[in-house]
């Protein structure tokens, strides 16, 4: 397993060799949850904690057909919404945490999702993670959500030190301009998916283990 460390080692001109092989690596920063609106985001977004992008495209084209809105989900039952999404990993607990969500914001934002920190924040099933992506891909306000790929990934390259999740958000923030954010938020979820795998990261195959300082031989 590579090993990470503490010392600061990236300079200016290293980032701008990291940022630049990232990009040509991965062209289209995109995330790969597939939504139209704001509501098909946040629901989406939600689903996708501790699962794959593409369980939950695989769950979402029929619930967003049977539930279309806020509003609608707001009044359907747990139980169907829990059938619809069963193949989600904790999907109990987030057919509870969306029908609620869905029940506020229908009530108290006429069905509008609030695309204010606070507000989302406040929504059950919806923290810092969540709330960032929402509002980074709103363009909102710049924001660096950390998933378990963006973790890993930036600790291995000593982008970040921290272990405190909120903390490597800070680190990284610290370190880019905030036009880029939203771009190496996916680029390191993508490299972290093909490339810098949790058990078995593809060292030998990686460009970028010229600048990293966890690459295995
Ligand atoms: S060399 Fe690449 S795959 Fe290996 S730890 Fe570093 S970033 Fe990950």
Redesign the pocket.
Known sequence: M?STGKSSIWSEGRKKKLLTELERLYPDPQSELQFQNDYQLLIAVILSAQCTDKKVNEVTPALFRKYKDFKQLAKASVSDVETLIRQVNYFKTKSKNIVATAKIVATDYDGKLPLERSALEALPGVGRKTTNVVLSEKGVEPAFPVDTHVY??SR??RLATRTDRDKVEEQIRMKFDPSLWRNLHHWLIF??RR???AQN???D?????N??????P
């Open positions: 590579p890993r990934v291995r390259l490299h972290g490339v810098c795998k990261p593809l060292c195959e990686c460009t970028l283990s600048l990293c300082p966890s690459s295995e």
